[in-house]
C-alpha cells in the first residue's frame, strides 16, 4: 500500500531530551515536508525537501533540523524540545513539487513537551 | 510573504442545502490545493488546480479558481452529514514552500 509512514503516533518527552520523528514514504516520491498543525493556526511548514540532499526552511524552522540522505526517509529531530513544541505534527509527500498532485500526508505524530 | 485566508472559519450547515467556501491567497502561485480532514485523522488530498479557470468536481465538492483575483472556492452542493469535516485549502510554488489557510470547519445538521 502506498502509504506516508510516521513513527511514533505519540509522544511525551521532557524538556531538553532530543528526540527524533522519523518518517518515510514508499512511493518514490522527490518531495518530502515536515508540517506543524496547532488549534486555530492551520498547518505551518516546518522544513521540506525538493530531493536527496536537498533540504529549506520553511516558515517555522526554528528549533528543528531534518536530513535527507535517502530518497525515501525525511526524519524530524528535535535536539533541546521545548514546551512551544508541543503539537500535533504531519509528514507529507509527492512525486515531484512539478507535478500535479496533492501531497500524501502520514498519520501523524502527536508531541507533548513538559 | 504568502498569506492564505479562508473564510468562513466554521460553517453550520442544514442537508441539502448548499454553500461556498472562499479561500484567498496574497501573491502569485503555482498551485492551489483542497485538502479535507476529519476530526484526530490526517489530511486528504480533494483536489488540485492548476490555472485560471479550472473547475474541478468530485460528487457534491466542486473548487475552481481564478487566478487573476486569487480566489478559490469549495462549493458544496445538497450538503449531507458525510461531509462534516475541515476542509484546508493551500498554495504552493515550484521552489516548494507551501502555504496553508487556517481551514473551515463544516458542520452538517438535519
Known amino acids: 500500500e502506498a502509504q506516508v509512514t510516521q513513527n511514533p503516533r505519540y509522544l511525551i518527552t521532557v524538556t531538553g531530551k532530543k528526540l527524533t520523528v522519523t518518517c518515510s514514504q514508499n512511493?518514490?516520491?522527490?518531495?518530502m515536508s515536515w508540517y506543524r498543525q496547532d488549534p486555530g493556526l492551520g498547518l505551518r511548514q516546518i522544513y521540506y525537501?525538493?530531493?536527496?540532499?536537498?533540504?529549506d526552511k520553511g516558515d517555522v524552522p526554528e528549533g528543528y533540523k531534518v536530513s535527507r540522505k535517502e530518497k525515501r526517509n525525511f526524519p524530524l529531530i528535535l535536539e533541546s524540545p521545548s514546551p512551544n513544541q508541543t503539537s500535533l505534527y504531519f509528514c507529507a509527500s509527492s512525486l515531484g513539487i512539478d507535478r500535479v498532485a496533492g501531497y500524501t500526508f502520514g498519520s501523524g505524530t502527536r508531541l507533548t513537551v513538559v | 510573504e504568502l498569506k492564505v485566508e479562508q473564510n468562513p472559519l466554521f460553517l453550520s450547515m442544514q442537508e441539502e442545502k448548499n454553500y461556498t467556501i472562499y479561500c484567498n491567497y496574497s501573491?502569485?502561485?503555482?498551485?492551489l490545493y483542497w485538502y479535507r480532514q476529519d476530526p484526530g485523522k490526517s489530511l486528504e488530498s480533494l483536489f488540485v488546480?492548476?490555472?485560471?479557470?479550472a473547475v474541478k468536481q468530485e460528487g457534491r465538492l466542486m473548487a475552481s479558481l481564478d487566478t487573476k483575483a486569487r480566489l478559490s472556492t469549495l462549493h458544496i452542493t445538497a450538503a449531507v452529514h458525510d461531509l462534516s469535516a475541515t476542509y484546508f485549502c493551500a498554495v504552493d510554488n515550484f521552489a516548494g514552500k507551501s502555504t496553508f489557510g487556517d481551514g473551515t470547519t463544516l458542520t452538517v445538521k438535519p
Open positions: 501573491t502569485t502561485s503555482d498551485r
Open positions: 512511493m518514490n516520491h522527490e518531495y
Open positions: 488546480l492548476l490555472s485560471n479557470g
Open positions: 525537501s525538493m530531493n536527496v540532499e536537498v533540504t
